[in-house]
């Protein structure tokens, strides 16, 4: 476990006390049932499929909470199957496992629609963490744990509505500005670098790409800074932080 992640690992389920429902999709059956039966541990309601066919039809009748989404498929590729299914209405957050190692790549499945994206081999712990975060996002499920709110002055952020507000200000934040917010405030005072935020928030390293963490800092600022007194800084040739006003 890393020095930025809580200890606590509270057990998410579904509103209505049920478990929360996984599909695990790819090719690889040694793979897929490794990720199966760490969902499982989590107390988890785990399908897995080894098509891009099979994804969609248990995506529909399973109706799944979260999916891990393989791009390299027998059949149609995980782009189309994450295509197909938005067009379907199915908003589901979807984690892409692949072994590709293209940047190119990599955006391509986000703008696609993807929620994020681990490149085979990764840490089974890694990915189990980020698919919990993205369940605690989706506002689909409920966790045991007392607080999930975390303050940093006047700002607040809800882990488990996926609600922000600074005093009494509501604010609207896309899934990625979340994500980094969240970092950036379960770290307050500490500066965090542009690596450390691209392998947090975004799961890879964006190489020469690293200005997407400056252009969502700025989204993050136009946000929140234009509220108050500035929370956001900059420490220049270091990194980003965060902290509480006075």
Wanted: charged share 30%; net charge negative; hydrophobic share 40%.
């Amino acid at each position: 476990m890393s020095d930025d992640e809580l200890p606590e690992t509270p057990r998410l389920t579904r509103p209505d006390g049920s478990p929360v429902r996984a599909l695990v999709v790819d090719d690889e059956p040694s793979l897929s049932d490794l990720v199966s039966m760490a969902l499982k541990y989590e107390g988890w309601d785990v399908r897995t499929a080894l098509t891009g066919q099979q994804a969609l039809q248990h995506a529909r009748e399973h109706k799944p909470d979260i999916v891990v989404l393989d791009i390299m498929l027998p059949d149609i590729d995980g782009l189309e199957v994450l295509r197909r299914m938005r067009a379907d209405g199915n908003d589901v957050p979807v984690l892409f496992l692949t072994a590709k190692d293209s940047v190119d790549d990599r955006v391509v499945g986000l703008t696609a629609g993807g929620d994020d994206y681990v490149t085979k081999p990764f840490s089974l712990e890694e990915l189990v963490a980020r698919l919990r975060g993205l369940i605690r996002r989706s506002s689909l499920v409920v966790s045991e744990r007392a607080d999930p709110e975390i303050r940093v002055g006047d700002l607040v952020l809800n882990e488990e509505s996926y609600e922000v507000r600074r005093g009494d200000t509501e604010i609207e934040l896309t899934a990625t500005e979340f994500e980094l917010l969240r970092y950036l405030m379960r770290n307050p005072k500490r500066v965090l670098s542009k690596a450390q935020i691209l392998d947090r928030v975004w799961s890879y390293d964006f190489g020469g790409r690293s200005s997407i963490v400056e252009i969502y800092i700025s989204y993050l600022r136009k946000k929140i800074d234009t509220l108050g007194p500035a929370m956001i800084h900059t420490v220049r040739g270091v990194g980003y932080m965060i902290k509480p006003v006075g």
